[in-house]
């Protein structure tokens, strides 16, 4: 072959690549002068949204740090979180999202098991960082920037300088017309990791999902079909993007069309309520915990939400009264039950609105590009209306888990991922969750492990034994819930135990409820029965 050939060959592969990058190429293509996002009083056309994010995606490159490195987010929702998310897909890095919530010793772990070398952060959560790195954490983090130009650094070098000097704000960069907006031209592949979503399992270590670019755009195509997702809807987006669900079932998806996103900080109901009338929003997604409180709202009576024609919900389970409650009063309005995990980018299954009626409990079907069995106890495929574990094969499936192959060979099954949640399955395909094999607990659309709450409050002297459980709850569908065994002679109060957690980890892990026992039940092997904690509490 010669080296004209040779070239020839390599440009056709470039030309047909279909990355995060060549998406948005096309997108802006496509849509260029028509608006993209809204955040704030920014705003934002496709083509200035390419730019911008050309623009972070040279600044990135220049920090010298190689194809592959990790650059972690920790942020709440804005503009420049979404920008750089894309540049990071542009210039080859990986985006590790980082819940707003941790702190202290779980966000070194998620810094230090990504080995991320580059933090972007909004200046209200560098104090956690610093507070961090003052105990000799997260080292390998040689980079600190801040979203916005609002906030200092504490030392630790920004942009490859001196140990405290300030970066400038990655939104700074984004709008700076001066700065190269050119395409970068990297050999980027469709299997090449894009991103680690960071997802809790049944221990205190969290594990990160490695995603390709194959793997979520793939999904996206899924979500587009399943949620009749069009660019016309008018979206608007306010659960957290470093949450696959809002980045990768919505904002994505809908930025893939060529839709108008608005985009808020958070899910704040008066403010989602006022832009839903104030901007004719078309489609919405809320976790059940948000839709909740929003049919109990008052601004419900006084806001015209006549434009909105599709709602979603997902990440947890949504109450049936409540979604009873929401369809009476908006008869016109379609509700979508989205169901799935971040192993899987994350969207698995799909109630459509015209469903709902018949079988209110399932969690749908299998999206396009999503494969799903139910395997037994004993290894068998599951007959119709059997239990078994769901077990998923899909091009959205994630390449394993970052550090730990043990855990990824656990939890593939000649191919097929196990995805901890048992179900039953009817005759026509519809799942319907039965439990999670797994014990972690689902609270507001988060994941806890009951085991970090568990070591937390052990540290106390006066506990004896502890276990955790999650119980239904109607705000949180799920709330953490502590039973606790005291130590003879020993005294303790609720409020005790919970400010002791919330000293040491995020807040959406501190117990709702505390319960005092004198024994913990077990079974004739000693083994832990958190099945008849639950039941007995619920």
């Known amino acids: 072959m010669t080296t004209e050939t040779d070239e020839l060959g390599q440009a ?12 948005l190429a096309r997108t802006a293509s496509r849509n260029g002068k028509n608006t993209a996002l809204r955040f704030e009083d920014r705003e934002w056309t496709y083509g200035e949204l390419e730019q911008a994010v050309h623009r972070v995606a040279h600044r990135l490159r220049d920090t010298g740090l190689p194809e592959g490195s990790r650059v972690a987010a920790y942020g709440l929702n804005s503009d420049a979180y979404a920008i750089l998310f894309l540049a990071c897909a542009t210039a080859g890095y990986v985006h590790v999202p980082v819940n707003f919530a941790l702190k202290g010793e779980e966000l070194a772990y998620i810094l230090e098991d990504s080995g991320a070398a580059l933090l972007v952060a909004d200046p209200a959560l560098m104090p956690r960082i610093g507070e961090v790195r003052d105990q000799g954490r997260a080292a390998g983090v040689g980079q600190l920037w801040p979203f916005f130009a609002d906030g200092g650094l504490p030392d630790g070098g920004a942009d490859g300088s001196a140990a405290g000097a300030p970066a400038a704000a990655l939104l700074t960069t984004a709008l700076d017309e001066s700065a190269p907006d050119t395409p970068l ?141 929401l369809r009476e009063r908006f008869p016109k309005l379609g509700f979508y039950n989205c169901f799935g995990q971040s192993e899987m980018a994350p969207l698995c299954t799909v109630l459509r609105p015209e469903e709902h009626h018949a079988r209110p409990a399932s969690c749908g079907r299998p999206v396009l590009f999503v494969e799903a069995r139910l395997v037994t106890a004993e290894g068998a495929l599951a007959e119709p209306g059997e239990p078994g574990e769901v077990q998923y094969r899909s091009p ?131 083994k832990l029965l958190k099945r008849e904690l639950r039941a007995e509490r619920s």
């Open 185 to 325: 031209d990297l050999p980027i592949g469709d299997a090449d990791l894009a991103q680690l979503l960071y997802t809790s399992g049944t221990t205190s270590a969290p594990k990160g999902a490695m995603m390709s670019h194959q793997a979520l755009i793939s999904e996206y195509v899924s979500t587009i079909v399943a949620l009749d997702l069009t660019e016309e809807d008018r979206p608007l987006v306010c659960m957290p993007l470093y949450h696959s669900a809002a980045m990768h079932v919505f904002l994505m998806p809908y930025l893939t069309l060529g839709a108008t996103v608005r985009l808020l900080p958070k899910p704040d109901v008066p403010e989602v309520l006022r832009f839903v009338e104030s901007e004719h929003i078309g489609s919405l997604f809320l976790a059940p915990t948000v839709w909740v409180p929003l049919s109990n709202h008052p601004d419900l009576d006084s806001r015209d939400l006549s434009s909105l024609t599709k709602a979603q919900y997902g990440a947890s389970i949504m109450p049936v009264t409540v979604l009873q409650r």
């Open 12 to 23: 056709i592969t470039r030309a047909g690549a279909n990355t995060l990058a060549t998406l």
């Open 396 to 526: 959205q499936l994630m390449i394993g888990y970052w550090n730990k192959p043990e855990a990824t060979a656990e939890a593939f099954d000649d191919g097929w991922f196990r995805s901890g949640d048992q179900a039953t399955q009817d005759e026509q395909g519809y799942l319907k969750i039965v439990d999670r094999i797994k014990d972690v607990i689902n609270t507001g659309g988060v994941l806890v492990a009951p085991r970090e709450v568990e070591d937390c409050i052990y540290e106390l002297e006066e506990v004896a034994e502890v276990a955790v459980v999650g119980l239904p709850d109607e705000r949180w569908i799920e709330a953490v819930t502590a039973v606790v065994v005291l130590k003879d002679g020993a005294e303790l109060t609720a409020e005790t135990v919970r400010a002791h957690v919330k000293s040491r980890i995020a807040d959406f892990k501190v117990p709702k409820r505390v319960d005092f026992v004198a024994e913990l039940p077990r079974n004739q092997s000693g």
